[in-house]
């Protein structure tokens, strides 16, 4: 059980989160060749890193079909419990579709790689990954992906999209969260 969390520090503006995704769309538009691909939201993280970089593709001509997946590892902890389940299905076949997969931030990696077999399951003909942000100094899954905004170290992120306990999803940069106080928030 975590204790009362504090807003900390800024880690990235919305000005310099602009810059990233416009410069991700780029490296996008050029490995997909103006192909037909589906972009896959990974719920609820990455729904406003999405909305951004869906429109930053259209800039550089490619309008894939969108669809979301949500998985969950997290309650209200900071640290994943190892165990993901899937909350959310998608609403359009895969098979044969080579596929964008989008997430907020690769932590463990065990949410991104548990996605990435169920849609190679599912007959995906290829899948790329795409995160917003890394911290690879906790990965536990053997997983990398093949596009990243900004690495960071071991620290709680909120803000565009990303959340504790559902809140603070709305902020428009980036800010490192604290927590104060004994165990338990007592
Ligand atoms: P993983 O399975 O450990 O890689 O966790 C990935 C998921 O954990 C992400 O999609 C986020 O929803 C959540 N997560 C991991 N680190 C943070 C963080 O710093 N802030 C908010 N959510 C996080
Ligand atoms: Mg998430």
Request: net charge negative; aromatic share 8%.
């Amino acid at each position: 059980m975590n204790s009362t969390p504090h807003l900390d520090r800024d880690l990235f503006s919305a000005d310099e989160i602009r810059e990233r995704v416009e410069a991700i769309a780029g490296e996008i538009a050029r490995d997909f060749d103006g192909g037909d691909f589906l972009a896959i939201a990974l719920l609820k993280g990455s729904f406003v890193f999405t909305a951004d970089l869906i429109r930053a593709l259209a800039r550089h001509g490619l309008h894939p079909v969108v669809d979301f997946l949500a998985l969950s590892s997290y309650g209200a902890e900071t640290t994943s419990c190892g165990t993901v389940t899937l909350r959310h299905e998608l609403s359009l076949p895969v098979t044969g579709q080579r596929v964008l997969l989008i997430d907020d931030i690769l932590d463990t990696g065990l949410t991104l790689q548990t996605a990435c077999q169920m849609l190679a399951r599912q007959g995906a003909a290829e899948i790329r990954t795409c995160v917003l942000l890394d911290k690879p100094s906790r990965r536990v899954a053997p997983i990398t992906a093949d596009y990243t905004g900004f690495k960071i170290g071991d620290v709680f992120v909120v803000g565009y999209g990303l959340d504790y306990n559902n809140r603070y999803r709305h902020l428009p940069g980036l800010a490192t969260l604290r927590f104060y106080g004994p165990p338990g928030g007592a």
